[in-house]
């Protein structure tokens, strides 16, 4: 079975400040994906990035960036400078290619508050 | 605007009544999966369509089915309403054949609170 840890339940922090957001994954799986989504308090989760399990590259989109670990099987998720509007829930799932097909698993999600 | 709409937006029920839950696809988009989003908790999977057939269902009972149709639109029907089945419902779309890791772009979901 896989499974999604996001350890952090809450974080605050006050604008322009950095955050990261940790996710730890676990599979059997040798080819898998993992995602990350932004769930607003309007509800629908938006995507975000989309890894696969060869890619160790990090990966950045302006203020966003990725770091994807497979030795430690982890997948964290940093906000440079935040802003208010980064106020959200955030989740990271994975598809593991072979034993689960489609359905994505999803960690318990990280709720970020960014204060003025 | 991820092309994937829901309705209603929110829903009142009384147990032991029935729902019906509506999603459009993104058009092109021939998966479509349900999921379960309790309050303060990530989204469960339910159930998979593709091409109008359930590929794939997670620890859901047979009172949660669905049906999909051929213009990218789909249905989750839950039976016998329990209290616990009071949760944002999300439908996500995506492209390919099972087993598919494309990326599934979401609804923006229907409350149901079943009183």
New interface residues.
Partial sequence: AQK?TQAQTEISVVEKEDVTLDCVYETRDTTY?L?W?KQPP??????LI?R?SFDEQNEISGRYSWNFQKSTSSFNFTITASQVVDSAVY?C?L?P??T??????????TQLTVNP | ETGVTQSPTHLIKTRGQQVTLRCSSQSGHNTVSWYQQALGQGPQFIFQYYREEENGRGNFPPRFSGLQFPNYSSELNVNALELDDSALYLCASSFGWPPSTDTQYFGPGTRLTVL
């Fill in positions: 999604v994906y995602f989504y309007s509800g629908e989760l938006v995507f989309r696969n989740f799932a598809i290619r072979e689960s097909g489609s359905r994505l698993t999803f960690g318990e999600g």
